[in-house]
T-cell receptor
Framework: NAGVTQTPKFQVLKTGQSMTLQCAQD?????MYWYRQDPGMGLRLIYY???????DKGEVPNGYNVSRLNKREFSLRLESAAPSQTSVYFC???????????FGPGTRLTVT | QQQVKQSPQSLIVQKGGISIINCAYE??????FPWYQQFPGKGPALLIA?????SEKKEGRFTISFNKSAKQFSLHIMDSQPGDSATYFC?????????FGQGTILTVHP
């Protein structure tokens, strides 16, 4: 049981490049989330998916898109990376009826 | 929009001491108040949580105190240990979505 996995662990992009962050969970959870973590800001919700086939914006969605590929996988795409998107990105999942979210190990992204 | 305010930003405690982290929230729709613990290079993990109809919850050395009228809650770590050194986040939950506080970096010196 791997829990929540994220790839890649580290990534460096140049301004304007695009990339997709991958997330998968093997706990059969319905809800999945993408957060970014910046110093002194806590974690801020980018997008979430309450169930397969649905996605909704969180607090800081600008510059990002998401795809809920199936129940297991939830990807985050940066179409044109900007230095302001330098951050650590966490994916999380949650079972319906529970408040607890399970987090992946994170992706550290640097945009130069 | 910061709906959960956490203090202090950093805290240094001697081994065996008491660590106290405070949070204040604005959103009265929050129905669950978890604390997450995060070690360097790892994702956050649930430590302890409380519902708003309870004033205190204790699990081992960790206690949450909740004051609904003041919209404040706090985490107390008794007999703090070097292994407790981590970043702690308070949160409010509404409709399954977490709103995080800014985090407190706790360092426990041996």
């Amino acid at each position: 049981n791997a829990g929540v996995t994220q790839t890649p662990k580290f990534q460096v992009l140049k301004t304007g490049q695009s990339m997709t962050l991958q997330c998968a969970q093997d706990m059969n959870h319905n809800s999945m989330y993408w957060y970014r973590q910046d110093p002194g800001m806590g974690l801020r919700l980018i997008y979430y998916s309450a169930s397969e086939g649905t996605t909704d914006k969180g607090e800081v969605p600008n510059g990002y898109n998401v795809s809920r590929l199936n129940k297991r996988e939830f990807s985050l795409r940066l179409e044109s990376a900007a230095p302001s998107q330098t951050s650590v990105y966490f994916c999380a999942s949650r079972r319906t009826g529970s408040h607890e979210q399970y987090f992946g190990p994170g992706t550290r992204l640097t945009v130069t | 929009q910061q709906q959960v305010k956490q203090s202090p930003q950093s805290l240094i405690v001697q081994k065996g001491g008491i660590s106290i982290i405070n949070c204040a929230y604005e959103n009265t729709a929050f129905d669950y108040f978890p604390w997450y613990q995060q070690f360097p290079g790892k994702g956050p993990a649930l430590l302890i949580a409380i519902r708003p109809d309870v004033s205190e919850k204790k699990e081992g050395r960790f206690t949450i105190s909740f004051n609904k009228s003041a919209k404040q809650f706090s985490l107390h770590i008794m007999d703090s240990q070097p292994g407790d050194s981590a970043t702690y986040f308070c949160e409010g939950t509404s409709y399954g979505k977490l709103t995080f506080g800014q985090g407190t970096i706790l360092t426990v010196h041996p």
